[in-house]
Nanobody, 121 residues
Framework: QVQLVESGGGLVQAGGSLRLSCAAS????????MGWFRQAPGMEREFVASISWTGGSSVYADSVKGRFTISRDNAKNMVYLQMNSLKLEDTAVYYC??????????????WGQGTQVTVSS
């Protein structure tokens, strides 16, 4: 069992930056690929980024490539999403996920409760 708790969301102006954090419980954290999804109002949840067990490989959605960076610290059971050059369309609830397999499009085994990111003009 893995429990995920996100933090770091908030209100930011377009062009600004935010760093999301995800704290994971459980001793098996390093066995999971980790990632982020998001859901905007009236839209389906969509993949944002994922990172392999060791952190040596990562994948990004085209919409965030070059602006967002995912990272992890296995010693602290933490995953991060650094978001730069934020756009209005990045407004969404962001969810941390854990997947037993590292793949191009994660199929999450676990979800966090989400953290709201709002980008204003």
């Amino acid at each position: 069992q893995v429990q995920l708790v996100e933090s770091g969301g908030g209100l930011v102006q377009a062009g600004g930056s935010l760093r999301l954090s995800c704290a994971a419980s459980g001793r098996t954290f390093s066995r999971y690929a980790m990632g982020w999804f998001r859901q905007a109002p009236g839209m389906e949840r969509e993949f944002v980024a994922s990172i392999s067990w060791t952190g040596g490989s990562s994948v990004y959605a085209d919409s965030v490539k070059g602006r967002f960076t995912i990272s992890r610290d296995n010693a602290k059971n933490m995953v991060y999403l650094q978001m730069n050059s934020l756009k209005l369309e990045d407004t969404a609830v962001y969810y941390c996920i854990a997947d037993l397999l590292y793949r191009q499009r994660p199929v999450p085994n676990y979800w966090g409760q989400g953290t709201q990111v709002t980008v204003s003009s």
